[in-house]
């Protein structure tokens, strides 16, 4: 194994071991062909689930189970992504593919997953030294993610086995109450200055419903650090990660989150999307560069964007108050999730200014 391959993974957060003897006694007895001891790290970026590199010899492989602690009802669903990533790849090749879903609790507390492991790099704050002797690499990469995005959207579900996914009639009207209820039950823990608008967002998306274009594969959180490149091919997704919220329904959903984690020259240091700090450095292509290309790929109509991107807003402001009330609760010990509400606010008032932009011509 190369160094770049592992450049992610470190060694396992304090807490968040699992029973290492019995993950490998019980993967050793489910998948053929493991040899030898088993070695742990984890990638130690992602703020929800845990994801865990195992390597039995030669042969390394991704583990994936939820966060300890309460879950908000359908969240962290690991056997969904199994499901996903069982069946996906063979339509859309940047989904890894997944090889077992254990869902026997008694193995490590939860059902986990276990998929098969992509070396490549990951872009965060930095293009990697290995991409950076290609031209305009940041542009490349950029315009890489969209054309994924949309070639994801185009792909013909009912054919690769996952028309019964979701529910795409009703979707969009579906998600503004889930993610209502789920702020309700976390909004106790919020800023007093979060509450009044987090509702008052609530209220104008669901009085301002758009209409769907059509239905297709959601991957319901792509940004640009979850997604993975050949350092040799800055023109094309190698892999596509974290689906435990891969649906059916309106596509313009997923342009509005990639759009919430994509840099935008017009963002001011108290009204900036959620991309981490240096991604506006790289030099990847504007937003409404990302929205042409998207649109001449795919053909849809984005005159209401604005409405999805504010929602992909509020929709990740209820995200982080939940991440913040389980570390109050004491179910990790990340501290990264202490200050994880700290941004709510901030949110929503994003949000709620993107609702009240004027909507383009014919919208």
């Not at 703020?47 to 602690?69: E, I, K, M």
């Not at 239905?215 to 792509?222: E, P, V």
């Not at 709510?344 to 008032?349: D, N, Q, R, T, Y």
Request: charged fraction near 25%.
């Amino acid at each position: 194994m190369t160094k770049l391959q592992f450049a992610d993974a470190a060694k396992v957060r304090p807490g968040e071991d699992l029973d290492w003897p019995k993950v490998a006694a019980y993967l050793k007895a489910e998948l053929p062909g493991l040899d030898g001891e088993l070695e742990v790290l984890q990638f130690p970026n992602g703020s929800a689930n845990l994801t865990y590199l195992l390597r039995f010899g030669d042969r390394p492989l991704v583990l994936r189970r939820p966060p300890f602690g309460r879950l908000a009802p359908g969240a962290h669903d690991m056997a969904r992504e199994y499901r996903v990533l069982s069946r996906l790849w063979r339509a859309f090749p940047p989904a890894p593919r997944a090889l077992l879903l254990c869902e026997d609790h008694s193995v490590v507390g939860a059902t986990f997953f276990v998929m098969e492991f992509r070396a490549g790099a990951v872009i965060w704050d930095e293009i990697p030294g290995p991409m950076r002797r290609h031209p305009d690499a940041a542009r490349r990469v950029g315009f890489a993610v969209v054309g994924a995005l949309a070639d994801l959207h185009q792909v013909d579900y009912a054919s690769c086995g996952l028309a019964d996914l979701g529910r795409p009639d009703g979707f969009v009207a579906r998600q503004v109450h889930g993610w209502r209820n789920r702020w309700e039950a976390v909004a106790h823990g919020a800023a007093a200055t979060a509450q009044p608008l987090m509702w008052e967002v609530a209220d104008t998306l669901e009085r301002t419903l758009p209409a769907p274009q059509r239905s297709a594969i959601l991957h319901n959180d792509l940004k640009l650090d979850n997604c993975q490149f050949d350092p040799a091919d800055p023109d094309r997704v190698h892999s596509v990660f974290d689906w435990d919220m891969a649906t059916l329904g309106d596509p313009l959903v997923d342009v509005g989150i990639l759009l919430n984690y994509w840099p935008d020259p017009a963002d001011t240091p108290d009204d900036r999307g959620m991309y981490p700090d240096g991604q506006e450095r790289l030099g990847l292509p504007g937003p409404q560069e990302i929205l042409a290309a998207y649109a001449d790929a795919t053909g849809l109509d984005l005159a209401r964007i604005g409405w999805y991107q504010a929602f992909a807003c509020w929709k990740t402001a209820i995200v982080l108050q939940q991440l913040h009330d389980r570390y109050l609760r004491g179910e990790t010990a990340d501290e990264r999730m202490a200050t994880r509400g700290d941004r709510v606010a901030e949110l929503a008032a994003r949000a709620r200014r993107l609702l009240r932009k004027p909507r383009k011509e014919g919208s």
